[in-house]
T-cell receptor
Framework: KNEVEQSPQNLTAQEGEFITINCSYS?????LHWLQQHPGGGIVSLFM???GKKKHGRLIATINIQEKHSSLHITASHPRDSAVYIC?????????FGTGTSLTVIP | DAGVIQSPRHEVTEMGQEVTLRCKPI?????LFWYRQTMMRGLELLIY????????DSGMPEDRFSAKMPNASFSTLKIQPSEPRDSAVYFC?????????????FGNGTRLTVT
């Protein structure tokens, strides 16, 4: 049983395309995190959400608490966006992780 | 700020040996997390500390694993004895935990190989 489900698992896009990655969870949460892991292995926290929507540059993250669903959008995608994107939820004393979405943006 | 600092970056050891991984969180952060990442299981939370006190260690796989945080600026994760199935990348992360939570800051990880 996975507390966090991400889709798609793999995604290939052309440069400039609008990208959406989805995350659904089954537990009550205090916050949801979107993480980015580059091929070199380092992990960067992109967003932390507990409600609504956040925007940072070309990245937008939304969360619907009632539906237990979050989306990460990338506008005008670029090859440097190629990475694994991981959704993680914090229940207050536990973290649960999605298996990640591997994104490849082709020039 | 130098960010979360982990050492060593790579560790190769033989089965049965003791392994110690180290983490220095960002100054001022009061929460510290140890994660493990493998191809099979993805990212898993092993243990986390708040104000140097272990809050939840339910993710620690077995008694061979132990973690300490003797002060606010240092934590260790120890595996004794190590086994090949412990091979993984171990990440440390820190945050300033408030009622509203706060973003996680990850170290670069320690890649452990147990032969």
């Amino acid at each position: 049983k996975n507390e966090v489900e991400q889709s798609p698992q793999n995604l290939t896009a052309q440069e400039g395309e609008f990208i959406t990655i989805n995350c659904s969870y089954s537990v009550g949460i205090s916050a949801l995190h979107w993480l980015q892991q580059h091929p070199g292995g380092g992990i960067v926290s992109l967003f932390m959400l507990s409600s609504g929507k956040k925007k940072h540059g070309r990245l937008i993250a939304t969360i619907n608490i009632q539906e237990k669903h979050s989306s990460l959008h990338i506008t005008a995608s670029h090859p440097r966006d190629s990475a694994v994107y991981i959704c993680a939820v914090h229940t207050g004393n536990q973290f649960y992780f999605g298996t990640g979405t591997s994104l490849t943006v082709i020039p | 700020d130098a960010g979360v600092i982990q050492s060593p970056r790579h560790e190769v050891t033989e089965m049965g040996q003791e392994v110690t991984l180290r983490c220095k969180p960002i100054s001022g952060h009061n929460s510290l997390f140890w994660y493990r990442q493998t191809m099979m299981r993805g990212l898993e939370l092993l243990i986390y500390f708040n104000n140097n006190v272990p809050i939840d260690d339910s993710g620690m796989p077995e008694d061979r694993f132990s973690a300490k945080m003797p002060n606010a600026s240092f934590s260790t994760l120890k595996i004794q004895p190590s086994e090949p199935r412990d091979s993984a990348v171990y990440f440390c992360a820190s945050s300033f935990q408030t009622a509203d939570n706060s973003p996680l800051h990850f170290g670069n990880g320690t890649r452990l190989t147990v032969t």
